[in-house]
T-cell receptor, first 112, second 117 residues
């Protein structure tokens, strides 16, 4: 079983839709959770990170963490064609560790 | 955000040759750099962590004699794939952070697509 599971998609939605992207994990030691956006042939770009359960909002993006269920989500409101990319979840253990464990990424396409 | 530049963006090499990939932090001092590998439709996998002036720490299963990492300065780390084979074809990505930054503040380069023929 992978430590982090993420549906690879592809996910296709119309412009303006609310997008829900999700990851599940099995390692209880994960303490911080991140979402990256990766455009084709580019490196990942950090979108959001959180250290605790609950919701964190930044503009059109909301990150949600449920540690009891080992489940994290990223919601994108009013999705735009420019949001079309691959979204990667990543997680790390506490204690200042460097290692991030990534999901496989979900490919999102927002259509006009 | 901070800029991390990776070069080249893509490279094709013959089997058995070596390839060097550079990762530079352009506007900050990168005390720690990370090298990842990403196969199609798979996760980014951490290969090694390097701290400036020290030997790199390799993840389990990564051959340190095949993937040579040099982090000789605070702005440059290099990954050399020695005696490359077609199975080494992948997308290699570096990330870098400064001494005060948390891992959440590591910035990624744009990646290098290596094709070994």
């Amino acid at each position: 079983q992978k430590e982090v599971e993420q549906d690879p998609g592809p996910l296709s939605v119309p412009e303006g839709a609310i997008v829900s992207l999700n990851c599940t994990y099995s390692n209880s030691a994960f303490q911080y959770f991140m979402w990256y956006r990766q455009y084709s042939r580019k490196g990942p770009e950090l979108l959001m990170y959180t250290y605790s359960s609950g919701n964190k909002e930044d503009g059109r993006f909301t990150a949600q963490v449920d540690k009891s269920s080992k489940y994290i989500s990223l919601f994108i409101r009013d999705s735009q064609p420019s949001d079309s990319a691959t979204y990667l979840c990543a997680m790390g253990e506490g204690g200042g560790g460097n290692k991030l464990t990534f999901g496989t990424g979900t490919q999102l396409k927002v259509e006009l | 955000g901070a800029v991390v530049s990776q070069h080249p963006s893509w490279v094709i090499c013959k089997s058995g040759t070596s390839v060097k990939i550079e990762c530079r932090s352009l506007d900050f001092q990168a005390t720690t750099m990370f090298w990842y590998r990403q196969f199609p439709k798979q996760s980014l996998m951490l290969m090694a962590t390097s701290n400036e002036g020290s030997k790199a720490t390799y993840e389990q299963g990564v051959e340190k004699d095949k993937f040579l990492i040099n982090h000789a300065s605070l702005t440059l780390s290099t990954l050399t794939v020695t005696s490359a084979h077609p199975e080494d074809s992948s997308f290699y990505i570096c990330s870098a952070r400064d001494g005060t930054g948390r891992v959440t503040e590591a910035f990624f380069g744009q990646g290098t697509r290596l094709t070994v023929v």
